[in-house]
């Protein structure tokens, strides 16, 4: 477990404009870690609707498996809505928060068209909280599950291919989003969108430790995160060739994949050695010259 000297916290802004500050003073023991949970289920019974924070109404809880709260909110001026995840100052997940954080902030100054953007982040005395563009559209999940078997080739190159577009706007910033599954890719208006960085790694922080071993979702994540070995941007690129499946078959077998190019192209990018799975822009291509 890394201390917190060694942990590269990124600036936290208050509410009411005083100074940024980060976490670094108040936190003596850093826990291990536990990612964000899905922000596409059922509101749970305890939830009363209508509480605010700091200029956001909350309007739905999300069932979550750790101690973040994750709603479905509005700003109070407007009726824009968003997702809100916060945390307790003193949570475990508060590290899981300051991460997804840093990485939204390395996006910020970028144009993503298929990554969610974050809008706001806030502190006070109880808790830290991040806003981001909220995904009306549901989750690839539910969509690809709403189809029986799996789409048709077309519909699933097109959200391939707006995956590995996503992919490629975090890489290019040093980000491997680590949990890249059906859950977290998210309908925004007609956009499929990359969602939750609460495992991602940042390749530009100068740290040692491999925070984050053994964390990822069976099924999609790749074999060397549960071997500790530190996950590379070649991890992601397993991720989406197991979602290439699910796409196609609704499983995540590659043998369920009758297409002969689809096969190729996955059974490469799911390739247990991770110097034998194919860049990304290769990747790209292959799927912008699939035959449909």
Same mark, same amino acid.
């Given at each position: 477990?890394?201390?917190?000297?060694?942990?590269?916290?990124?600036?936290?802004?208050?509410?009411?404009?005083?100074?940024?500050?980060?976490?670094?003073?108040?936190?003596?023991?850093?826990?291990?870690?536990?990612?964000?949970?899905?922000?596409?289920?059922? +509101?749970?019974?305890?939830?009363?609707?209508? !509480?605010?924070?700091? %200029?956001?109404? @909350?309007?739905?809880?999300?069932?979550? #498996? &750790?101690?973040?709260?994750?709603?479905?909110?509005?700003?109070?001026?407007?009726?824009?809505?968003?997702?809100?995840?916060?945390?307790?100052?003193?949570?475990?997940?508060?590290?899981?928060?300051?991460?997804?954080?840093?990485?939204?902030?390395?996006?910020?100054?970028?144009?993503?068209?298929?990554?969610?953007?974050?809008?706001?982040?806030?502190?006070? +005395?109880?808790?830290?909280?991040?806003?981001? !563009?909220?995904?009306? %559209?549901?989750? @690839?999940?539910?969509?690809?599950?709403? #189809? &029986?078997?799996?789409?048709?080739?077309?519909?699933?190159?097109?959200?391939?291919?707006?995956?590995?577009?996503?992919?490629?706007?975090?890489?290019?910033?040093?980000?491997?989003?680590?949990?890249?599954?059906?859950?977290?890719?998210?309908?925004?208006?007609?956009?499929?969108?990359?969602?939750?960085?609460?495992?991602?790694?940042?390749?530009?922080?100068?740290?040692?430790?491999?925070?984050?071993?053994?964390?990822?979702?069976? %099924?999609?994540?790749?074999?060397?995160?549960?071997?500790?070995?530190?996950?590379?941007?070649?991890?992601?690129?397993?991720?989406?060739?197991?979602?290439?499946?699910?796409?196609?078959?609704?499983?995540?077998?590659?043998?369920?994949?009758?297409?002969?190019?689809?096969?190729?192209?996955?059974?490469?990018?799911?390739?247990?050695?991770?110097?034998?799975?194919?860049?990304?822009?290769?990747?790209?291509?292959?799927?912008?010259?699939?035959?449909?």
């Amino acid at each position: 477990v890394a201390t917190p000297e060694e942990l590269e916290y990124p600036s936290i802004y208050y509410a009411d404009g005083q100074e940024p500050t980060t976490l670094t003073d108040q936190a003596k023991e850093i826990p291990s870690p536990t990612d964000w949970p899905d922000a596409t289920v059922e +509101e749970t019974q305890e939830f009363t609707s209508g !509480e605010t924070f700091h %200029g956001y109404e @909350l309007l739905e809880r999300f069932d979550s #498996a &750790g101690m973040a709260d994750v709603y479905r909110a509005k700003k109070t001026d407007s009726d824009q809505q968003v997702f809100l995840k916060r945390v307790h100052v003193q949570s475990s997940d508060i590290d899981a928060l300051q991460r997804e954080m840093a990485i939204y902030q390395k996006l910020s100054g970028m144009e993503t068209a298929h990554v969610l953007q974050v809008l706001d982040s806030i502190r006070d +005395e109880d808790y830290i909280a991040i806003v981001t !563009e909220f995904a009306s %559209g549901g989750d @690839l999940e539910d969509f690809v599950g709403g #189809a &029986g078997s799996g789409l048709s080739v077309g519909l699933s190159q097109e959200i391939a291919l707006a995956i590995a577009r996503g992919l490629e706007e975090l890489h290019a910033v040093d980000v491997v989003h680590r949990d890249l599954k059906p859950r977290n890719v998210l309908k925004h208006r007609e956009d499929w969108m990359i969602a939750d960085f609460g495992i991602s790694k940042n390749l530009a922080r100068v740290v040692t430790q491999k925070t984050f071993q053994n964390y990822g979702t069976l %099924g999609y994540a790749a074999p060397e995160q549960f071997e500790g070995v530190e996950a590379k941007p070649s991890a992601d690129i397993y991720s989406l060739g197991k979602i290439m499946v699910f796409l196609l078959s609704g499983q995540t077998d590659v043998d369920f994949i009758t297409y002969p190019a689809w096969k190729a192209l996955i059974k490469r990018c799911v390739s247990t050695a991770p110097d034998k799975r194919p860049p990304l822009t290769e990747v790209v291509e292959s799927l912008e010259n699939m035959p449909t």
